[in-house]
């Protein structure tokens, strides 16, 4: 085992390597081989290059990390501890187990200084290059000649695994196209998978992959030597008009007598004697479990120090900022705070005609635009069909990181990880748009902003058959199920342009995962809301949007363009003696946060006859609908056909609905 590294280098990299090794055998579970093969880089960066405070892990102007190829994560941990991060020696100690810090994989607002939860591949690599957009569309606003308030790198480590799977082309592409600077990936080329080696399914030329994107490229021929990984890494920072990968060789389980450069050195502990052996084979001369020597814990104490100093000069230059330009040191501090004022509240529209609740959607969104300058985001391709471009605003693109409308392009994927990213960069209010059926494409990503909690906005149009005559296959009729499974996701789905203002006025306020409001793409009806219950109500979720009776006969319940026929069928209802309470039910999510005597002013448990109408699949209405209820829904995929054709072939009428509550009443 020859290294060109100094001494204490060296015995750092390997108090790194030591640490999560004996994690994961503690664990008797995890990943060795990633920690084993990539402690330099983790070293480099943590030591070296990176512009971090432990002492504030939230500073603005740090460098992120981000390790991507999430499930080396005691590589991350093993780091973070030794830099002062207070991660204590018992959570490492604790890998994977129940209440720890050090879950199997990294996780956003669990672990201090996590930035980002990774774990599915490719998540990670695209999350960064969302946040390298809100930093350099940031960075536009605020900076001034003398000011870089905003000025860092983001940093990563990303895997086989990562480049494989479609994300990563979706996102790298993306940054090439942007010319998106200071985002520094290294690549863990270590030719090996779970299966076996790489050569089983993947001959890429990354090289040339990635060349192609627009990034630079740069090799390591030895993640070992220190200084030929630092060199590759300044060269990487000198030219950094561009995102840059470094391909670095690397040898899974490094040091490891008998897995080096195996498949199994990747998802299963080395094994006791294993452990002893490459400890041995390191020239670890220390027997204890979990050793930290005193000169390598003083070799990092300076990290704190040096943070502390790097904050204290920006913050000295942010007072500086302050006194020169006090509007614009307001909204930055605002922003980054998550105060959005209430200005754009007084300029919500209020609607009166007919229209589809896409099109409402867009109005409402170009109204309150210019009162939330960090309001940005847009569609996969698809802006004019989803109604999200802001008019009076540039496109965010190489040549002008200032513009507010994202083409993400045909990449559903990725856009759903950059919404992620820019989130977690702070600052920015981000939103993402296509349609429906295409949610299905970036639902890894929905679901991890829906884990870490982020304040992402999806708008999903082209909701139902309602769309027509593109067919089945565009015609979402699981999605709403399925998308109201993900714990921690609120759904809205208006029923007219009012209350699509107001699902854009919760969306603006929710913090606490991501809103997802669900338009139609045929025009509905607007309610006379004089005669009606305000559409303001949809901030409790569920609403009598009509009543007939404080003790009716049967309660119509629907959401979106299929409210207006449950309005209808109610008054035909009334006409025969039938006394009908009409509950627009917008989103589950919002109605579950109500107390239980509102949930029982609108659904009084006494009133079993209950008949839900959505143009989707049945699942989750049971529990509104109650055992005597029933649900006109879809049953089949849709059909290529005019709108109101397949509404009428679907049963969607008004006349069914008539006929299936008094079917229920009959019962």
């Not at 029923?495 to 139609?520: C, Y």
Request: aromatic content about 10%; glycine content about 8%; proline content about 4%.
């Amino acid at each position: 085992m020859t290294e060109s590294n100094t001494s204490i280098e060296q015995l750092a990299i390997n108090t790194i390597r030591t640490l999560s090794i004996d994690a994961v055998q503690k664990a008797n579970s995890g990943h060795p081989g990633m920690p084993l093969g990539c402690a330099p880089i983790a070293y480099l960066l943590y030591y070296k290059l990176m512009k971090h405070n432990p002492s504030n892990p939230e500073w603005i102007n740090r460098d992120r990390f981000i390790l991507s190829a999430g499930h080396g994560s005691m590589l991350l941990y093993s780091i973070l501890h030794l830099s002062g991060y207070g991660l204590s020696l018992d959570d490492i100690k604790n890998f994977r187990q129940w209440g720890s810090k050090t879950p199997g994989h990294p996780e956003y607002g669990h672990t201090v200084g996590v930035e980002t939860t990774t774990g599915p591949l490719g998540q990670g690599f695209a999350t960064a290059i969302g946040m390298a957009v809100a930093r350099d569309f940031l960075a536009s606003m605020f900076n001034k000649n003398g000011f870089n308030l905003i000025d860092h790198y983001i940093y990563g480590i990303c895997s086989d695994g990562d480049l494989m799977e479609g994300i990563s082309h979706e996102a790298a592409s993306f940054a090439g196209h942007h010319k998106l600077g200071k985002i520094i990936f290294f690549y863990d080329d270590n030719r090996i998978t779970i299966e076996g080696k790489t050569d089983l399914t993947y001959s890429d030329d990354v090289q040339k992959r990635f060349e192609a994107y627009g990034w630079n490229v740069y090799r390591v021929n030895n993640v070992n030597n220190l200084a030929e990984l630092e060199n590759a890494a300044n060269l990487a920072r000198q030219n950094s008009d561009k995102p840059c990968l470094i391909i670095t060789r690397t040898h899974i389980g490094y040091g490891s007598p008998n897995k080096q450069d195996s498949a199994s050195a990747h998802g299963a502990p080395l094994g006791v004697e294993e452990v002893k052996l490459t400890k041995k084979n390191l020239g670890w001369n220390y027997e204890e479990e979990f050793f930290i020597p005193e000169e390598v814990k003083k070799h990092f104490a300076g990290i704190k120090e040096c943070g502390n100093e790097a904050e204290e000069i920006w913050k000295k230059q942010f007072d500086n900022f302050k006194k020169k330009f006090p509007s614009e040191a307001e909204l930055f501090e605002k922003i980054f705070d998550g105060d959005l004022g209430d200005e754009w509240e007084k300029h919500l529209p209020t609607f009166s005609e007919a229209m589809a609740t896409r099109a409402a959607s867009g109005k409402v969104l170009n109204a309150i635009a210019p009162y939330l300058p960090t309001l940005i985001g847009g569609s996969a391709d698809l802006a004019e069909s989803n109604n999200t471009h802001l008019k009076d605003y540039k496109s965010f693109s190489a040549d002008n990181k200032n513009g507010r409308n994202i083409h993400f392009g045909v990449r559903e994927h990725a856009m759903g990880a950059m919404l992620n990213g820019m989130a977690l960069y702070g600052g920015v209010i981000p939103y993402g748009a296509t349609f429906l059926i295409f949610s299905d494409y970036l639902r890894p990503a929905l679901r991890l902003s829906a884990l870490m909690k982020l304040r992402t906005i999806f708008v999903f149009t082209h909701d139902s058959i309602g769309l027509g005559e593109d067919g089945p296959t565009h015609q979402p009729i699981e999605q709403l199920a399925s998308l109201r499974a993900i714990p921690n996701v609120v759904v809205i789905r208006p029923a007219d342009a009012n209350e699509t203002t107001e699902a854009w006025r919760f969306a603006m306020k929710h913090k606490d995962g991501p809103v997802l409001i669900v338009l139609t793409r045929q025009k509905v009806e607007c309610f006379d809301r004089s005669k009606l219950t305000s559409a303001s109500e949809l901030s409790k979720g569920a609403y009598i949007l009509k009543d007939s009776s404080a003790n009716p006969d049967v309660i119509l319940i629907a959401s979106g363009s299929e409210t207006g026929l449950i309005l209808k069928a109610s008054e035909k209802l009334e006409a025969e003696g039938i006394k009908a309470r009409v509950v627009s039910f917008p989103s589950w999510e919002i109605f579950e946060m109500q107390s239980d005597d509102y949930k029982r002013k609108v659904f009084p448990p006494e009133m079993k006859a209950r008949l839900a109408v959505e143009a989707g699949v049945k699942q989750g209405w049971e529990k509104y609908v109650g055992e005597k209820g029933d649900v006109i829904c879809m049953k089949t995929f849709g059909a290529s056909a005019p709108d109101k054709v397949l509404f009428e072939k679907f049963g969607f009428t008004v006349e069914n609905i008539v006929n299936k509550a008094k079917e229920i009443l009959s019962k």
